[in-house]
């Protein structure tokens, strides 16, 4: 049971919009703890997605955003495209635990 | 460029230790904590803790405290990971990832498979 949750997976189909909801609570991303996205590719090692609720690293496209509103964020790819298709995991700081925490991550299929 | 090196694969026996590096390369090794983080087969990304390479601390998920040790050697810009009473469920693949005040994990190593099985 991670401590931050996100549905396992979610689908769409080529140039759609898919949003992936990560919930924690009042220990974490509610108590004002920077949220970030990091995508997994297969066999691969993650890679930073957004950081800070809303940002994009150098050489991320722009279909990615990010936002963050209360106890909950989230992850919007527009324009999917097939090489999209890889695990999402959010990840904050928490305070109860007094370390960093991941949600248990989504696979992205593009159908 | 920015890059993390990391050990490479280990098979170990439960009961037995393991010991997995990281070497730091295109910054200042002191200027980010050195996070660890694994990932069981088809499973989530789960965070050990992190180390400091500046004063040497470290902080730990309560899940390792005790068997997990956290080191470096600044001269050679590299960190370590020590988990020790190792059993079947900690055959994962270890990660080391760059750390940053507001906690992201911008760069991150290939990493390790640890294989433990009699």
């Known amino acids: 049971q991670s401590v931050l949750t996100q549905p396992p997976s979610v689908s769409g189909a080529p140039g759609q919009r898919v949003t992936i909801l990560c919930t924690g609570s009042?220990?974490?991303?509610?108590?004002?703890?920077?949220l970030h996205w990091y995508q997994q590719l297969p066999g691969t090692a993650p890679k930073l997605l957004i950081y800070?609720?809303?940002n994009r690293p150098s050489g991320v496209p722009d279909r990615f955003s990010g936002s963050k509103s209360g106890t909950s964020a989230s992850l919007t790819i527009t324009g999917l495209q097939a090489e999209d298709e890889a695990d999402y995991y959010c990840?904050?700081?928490?305070?109860?635990?007094?370390?960093?925490?991941f949600g248990g991550g989504t696979k992205l299929t593009v159908l | 460029q920015v890059e993390l090196v990391q050990s490479g694969a280990e098979v170990k026996k439960p009961g037995a230790s393991v010991k997995v590096s990281c070497k730091a390369s295109g910054y200042t090794f002191a200027s980010h904590d050195i996070n660890w983080v694994r990932q069981a087969t088809g499973q989530g990304l789960e965070w050990m803790g992190w180390?400091?390479?500046?004063?040497?601390?470290?902080d730990f998920a309560q899940k390792f405290q005790g068997r997990v040790t956290m080191t470096r050697d600044t001269s050679i810009s590299t960190a370590y990971m020590e988990l020790s009473s190792l059993r079947s469920d900690d055959t994962a693949i270890y990660y080391c990832?760059?750390?940053?005040?507001?906690?992201?994990?911008?760069?991150w190593g290939i990493g390790t498979t640890v294989t433990v099985s009699s």
């Open positions: 180390m400091s390479p500046t004063s040497g601390n470290t």
């Open positions: 009042s220990s974490n991303i509610g108590a004002g703890y920077d």
């Open positions: 990832a760059r750390g940053n005040f507001d906690s992201r994990m911008d760069v």
């Open positions: 990840q904050s700081y928490d305070s109860s635990l007094s370390g960093v925490v």
């Open positions: 800070d609720n809303t």
